[in-house]
């Protein structure tokens, strides 16, 4: 490749073959006109296992020019497409990777200032680089490593997949081959080598031959076979693309390699101009047919590289920049350059007749596309009747064709414009005929019918639409309004009628209604009632005009958007349910629609009698067959390219973590998307965040917030350019380190902090409680022991002192005694009580012997009877109701035994056993059995002594004691009596 800097850099390389390149084999064609023509044998017709595509000129290929503005790198010598789709251009300033939007600058560390002559993607993922001084680099999975080619630096000119396997490399003093990691000559001129050979050229034919040209020789190794075999270079040049030989000779030297595309099209850049070949039958024989390739205003370009991709398509790089060639999904006609603004209808035979609002006579095409400039040279309108015949107007009269007789018949009489004299048949603006053969013509603003005697007059004003069906016609006005003609009468339709599509620019008979469209959308009469039609998306077919209904019931609609199909079945459902939204295809200029269509045109979508559906735009007629929709590519596999700006070209879905902290995620992300970038739609999930597929329309970058640590999921699909959608996605997989504060022994830990400080608090206020409580119930008993220590003694000795001398009364004063000290111990037992409500929690015996010892003290007078008080066991901590109600039992058994028991001695135990605890108290007096002691409730007070015992779950027993007194046994279980943790009751 590269002959142009080549060219300039010959004598630093020493290479003096280039002076030749091919100047002496190849003369003088490209001077010549389009087309010459040489016999040549039928045998020599190309082979039958390899079927081209029909052939398309350079004029009917759609041309994207890629400039600086869209990232283009100048001085583009080496084009490659790599196993992913991507398009990589290498030259004077790097390499460049284009996804289809965007040129990107790749591994510019790594290659360095070398000027790069050639690139290769190979089947393993690979590319492989070379450049001017012979210097080759393999990148695989973005690592960068020397290749070591063994041979003197010299300029790389050509990187492929040879015919064995290997990678050959091609260069100006031969070519080698990478074999066992190591590269081997390949001998091309001669079994013993190439030694002083210089190459011109490499390059692919269209059987899959590699070539390499040297001087007036061609060399071609084909597919399977084992060496180079020799021919003459033009012969060379004519075979790489199937030409006819002795045909095709070059006079000046290619600027780039040659190239042979899908069609079978040789493509030679030349400092001449870019020039394209291809072979065509005619007349029996095979003819070669040359293309100038014009850029911009018909200006020729140095080309200094060329490929084809795998879809088709080719790319030319020049100082324009970088230039796509490809076809599309309509098929442009080639029209003669003075086509303006064309009118076409259906002719037989699956041709079509097309007129312009030139000078230009109509055309009809078929093989050929022939002018008949026995019609006029002014033809506006066209009708197509259903006998087929084909109804054209021209400048004074009408023409009906049919079966190749051709009948005039008079316009209806206008006056000739006196300032423009234009002619009356200037002034149609549209034709439509009838099922009886009738012709209905807007001309001059009015509505005129022919029956085929005469014309008339039916209508006064201009139609935006017309059509007949059976004994009607219907006319399309502003401002939603519908006229219907039928029997002399005028019925009129609008927005009262639910009519609302604005202007009535399109008027159609189909098999569900009259298809009725306008600036405001599209809508279906069937009936009396007008049902509205919409697509996906919220399409409302704004700026709808002409229409075609086909065979099958797909409608065919052309908008300001593009030319839409809605197909039948979708229809149908719009149909049943008012509310279906119809999935519709759009056609658009990146499907080769070219210009605008149906601004100035009259019906611009036709349906040919073949099937094919034909476009009128500006300054273009395009075809596309219904049946035979061309595919589009793939979806394309989305690479996800970065997050927050780590590089993940080369990652494989897998990215590092993110910081900690981190609230902002951006993601990147592209597909190859080299046919129309436009139409590929982005979808994206975040698992988690998303409630299903997020639409990101074209863009490629899409950006989160307010993210927290952990682990996430993101899913991203491409669309396809028709909208349609692949089954898997690509995924990454990251994860947003935790900052300190965000880990799960942090919100631990603070739980563990929080749960502490509260029951700091919570122990700080209880003890204030307490210490208050405390206060209060040391002051209550400090009252009650007071009262218990002073009075409650004091009155229980008087109480006793009373009993004693009751006794020695008789009669009524003993009575009154003994009533005396019934009420006396009645008010000592409230008082006890009340004292017992006064007094704090008490937990502990440990007053116990000294409140007996006072007691004893107090009541000792009368009989002088003495008390004792043995504690055996390690005193133990009670529970305060227990304490409380042992306290007042053992005073009360003991007050009783100075009361009761005549005798000299109180002896009173308190026993802290392993299982209860056991307080007695025995006397040596008189006694009583237990049977006495339990004698009815008031007597002594045995039974309340009792039901005390019983409320803290101990039991207190009356006996005799050893010495013949009397012995009371109080027992409380241990789990009843002692208490237990650090609780206050």
């Keep these: 490749m590269l002959f142009t800097l080549l060219g300039q850099t010959r004598r630093a390389l020493c290479v003096s073959a280039y002076r030749h390149l091919l100047g002496v084999a190849l003369a003088a064609l490209a001077a010549v006109g389009s087309c010459v023509s040489v016999a040549e044998d039928h045998s020599a017709a190309r082979p039958a296992q390899v079927q081209a595509p029909a052939f398309l000129g350079v004029d009917q290929l759609q041309r994207t020019l890629f400039t600086m503005r869209d990232g283009v790198p100048q001085g583009i010598y080496a084009i ?39 690139v290769f993607g190979d089947s393993d993922g690979a590319l492989w680089v070379g450049t001017l001084r012979g210097r080759l680099v393999r990148i695989s999975h973005g690592a960068v490593a020397e290749v070591k080619t063994g041979h003197a630096l010299v300029t790389s000119m050509s990187l492929t997949k040879g015919p064995r396997g290997g990678v050959w490399l091609g260069t100006t003093g031969g070519l080698v081959e990478l074999k066992d990691n190591q590269f081997k000559p390949v001998n091309v001129t001669s079994a013993k080598g190439d030694q002083g050979v210089y190459f011109n050229l490499y390059g692919t034919g269209w059987d899959g031959s590699y070539w390499a040209f040297s001087g007036d020789d061609a060399y071609r190794w084909r597919p399977g076979g084992g060496a180079f075999e020799r021919v003459d270079a033009d012969a060379g040049i004519a075979a790489m693309a199937d030409l006819p030989e002795h045909a095709l000779h070059v006079a000046t030297a290619p600027t780039a390699d040659m190239i042979v595309d899908k069609y079978r099209g040789l493509w030679i850049p030349t400092s001449d101009g870019l020039l394209r070949y291809h072979a065509e039958w005619r007349d029996g024989t095979r003819q070669l047919v040359t293309e100038r390739v014009r850029f911009g205003d018909g200006e020729d370009v140095d080309v200094t590289a060329d490929y084809v991709d795998r879809d088709g398509n080719v790319w030319i790089a020049s ?16 029209l003669p350059p003075a086509v303006y603004h064309p009118t076409i209808v259906a002719g037989d035979g699956g041709t079509l007749w097309i007129a312009s609002r030139s000078t230009m006579p ?75 053969g009738d012709l209905w013509m807007d001309l001059g603003n009015i509505i005129w019918r022919w029956d085929g005697h005469g014309w008339a007059n039916v209508y006064p004003k201009t139609a935006l639409s017309l059509v007949v069906e059976a004994d009607r016609a219907w006319i399309g006005r502003p401002g939603s309004v519908l006229v219907m003609l039928a029997g002399g009468k005028e019925k009129r339709y609008g927005n009262a009628d ?96 070219r210009g605008t269509s149906g601004t100035i045109q009259l019906d611009p979508v036709e349906e040919g009698t073949d099937g094919r559906i034909w476009l009128a735009s500006e300054r273009s007629v395009a075809w596309i067959d219904p049946a035979h929709i061309p595919p589009v590519p793939p979806a394309p596999v989305v690479a996800i390219e970065s997050l927050n700006g780590q590089d993940l070209r080369y990652a494989g879905g897998a990215a590092k973590a993110l910081d900690e902290g981190t609230r902002s995620v951006e993601i990147g992300f592209t597909a190859p998307t080299l046919v129309a970038p436009a139409k590929t739609r982005f979808r994206f999930e975040l698992a988690g965040i998303d409630e299903g597929w997020q639409d990101a329309g074209a863009q490629r970058r899409v950006h989160y917030s307010n993210l927290g640590p952990g682990r996430y999921q993101f899913r991203i699909q491409a669309s396809a350019a028709d909208g349609t959608w692949p089954v898997a996605a690509t995924t990454m997989t990251f994860a947003i380190l935790p900052a300190f504060y965000q880990t799960w022994w942090f919100r631990v830990l603070c739980v563990v902090a929080l749960l502490v400080v509260l029951w700091v608090v919570y122990r700080r206020h209880m003890a204030r409680v307490f210490a208050a409580h405390q206060t209060r119930l040391e002051e209550r008993e400090r009252i009650a022991r007071d009262l218990h220590d002073s009075l409650l003694q ?61 007691l004893a003290a107090l009541l000792s007078g009368p009989h002088g009877m003495t008390v004792t008080v043995d504690v055996t066991g390690a005193p133990r901590s009670l529970r305060p109701a227990v304490a409380d109600e042992v306290h007042a039992i053992v005073q009360e058994l003991v007050a009783n035994a100075f009361r009761h028991s005549h005798g000299t001695q109180v002896r009173v135990a308190l026993r802290y056993e392993r299982q209860a605890l056991v307080a007695t108290v025995a006397d040596d007096g008189v006694g009583m059995g237990d049977t006495e002691a339990a004698a009815p409730e008031g007597r002594w007070g045995m039974a309340g ?36 943790g650090f609780g206050l009751g």
Aim: net charge neutral; with cysteine; glycine share 12%.
């Design 80 to 118: 490659t497409q790599d196993r992913d789709g991507y398009l990589w251009v290498g030259g004077a300033n790097g390499l460049y990777r284009f996804d289809g939007v965007r040129f990107e600058r790749m591994f510019e560390k790594e290659l360095g200032a070398d000027l790069i002559t050639t």
């Design 319 to 334: 100082s324009r920049g970088l230039e796509q060639f490809r076809a599309t999904r309509f098929t442009p006609l080639p």
């Design 362 to 436: 109509p055309l009809h095409a078929g093989a050929t596309i022939e002018p008949h400039p026995e019609l006029g040279t002014n033809v506006r309108c066209f009708a197509r009747a259903h006998d087929g015949a084909v109804w054209m107007s021209a400048d004074n009269e009408l023409h009906r064709l049919r079966g190749g007789v051709t009948e005039s018949i008079p316009l209806p009489p206008l006056l000739r414009s006196a300032r423009t004299g234009d002619t009356p048949g200037r002034a149609c603006h549209g034709m439509a005929t009838g099922p009886s």
């Design 945 to 980: 002594m009792r039901e005390r015992a019983r409320q803290i779950g101990g039991a207190l027993v009356f006996g005799r004691a050893d010495e013949g007194g009397t012995q009371a046994t109080l027992r409380v279980p241990a789990r009843r009596a002692y208490r237990r």
């Design 794 to 854: 004091h009155f229980q000795a008087l109480l006793f002192h009373a009993h004693a001398a009751g006794q020695r009364t008789e009669g009524v004063t003993r009575e009154r005694f003994a009533k005396v000290v019934d009420i006396a111990e009645d008010a000592l037992a409230q008082g006890r009580e009340k004292i017992m409500g006064l007094r704090s929690v008490n937990d502990s015996l440990e007053s116990l012997p000294a409140d007996v010892q006072k």
């Design 498 to 593: 639910g009519l609302d599509v604005g202007a009535v620019d399109g008027l159609y008979v189909g098999k569900r209604g009259l298809w009725v469209s306008g600036s405001d959308g599209l809508m279906l009469k069937r009936g009396e009632r007008f049902q509205r039609i919409t697509g996906t998306h919220g399409e409302r077919y704004a700026g709808a005009g002409d229409m075609v209904e086909v065979a099958n019931g797909d409608l065919w609609l052309l908008t300001t958007r593009g030319l839409f199909r809605l197909p039948s079945a979708e229809i149908d459902a719009a149909v049943a349910s008012p509310t279906h939204v119809v999935n519709d295809t759009v056609f658009d200029q990146d499907d080769g629609l």
